[in-house]
């Protein structure tokens, strides 16, 4: 079992920053591949970002130079650093974890881009 705790949501102006952080606890953090999901209103979850146990990474076409994901293995925690956000990056953001049978989820930190 893994428990995660999102944290760093908030409201931002448009083109500001904001770094999420998920605690993870309950089992070996560094062998999972950790992810980043959002979503909007009436929209479908997507992915946003991961990052493997080996620390190699992939982004959504749609956060590519804006947002980097990383993870600190000593502290069994995954950080989404996020900059230039527009509007439409507003979102509950979701961290995961998960290995080739098993995904957990956090219950997410709401991030709003406004004006």
């Known amino acids: 079992q893994v428990q995660l705790v999102e944290s760093g949501g908030g409201l931002v102006q448009p083109g500001g920053s904001l770094r999420l952080s998920c605690a993870a606890s309950?089992?070996?953090?560094?062998?999972?591949?950790m992810a980043w999901y959002r979503q909007a209103p009436r929209t479908r979850r997507e992915l946003v970002a991961t990052i493997t146990d080996k620390s190699s990474t992939m982004y959504a076409d749609s956060v590519k130079g804006r947002f980097t994901i990383s993870r600190d293995n000593d502290k069994n925690t995954v950080y989404l650093q996020m900059s230039s956000l527009q509007p439409e990056d507003t979102a509950v953001y979701y961290c995961?974890?998960?290995?080739?049978?098993?995904?957990?989820w956090g219950k997410g930190t709401l991030v709003t881009v406004s004006s």
């Open positions: 309950g089992s070996i953090f560094s062998i999972y591949t």
């Open positions: 995961n974890a998960a290995l080739p049978r098993t995904s957990y």
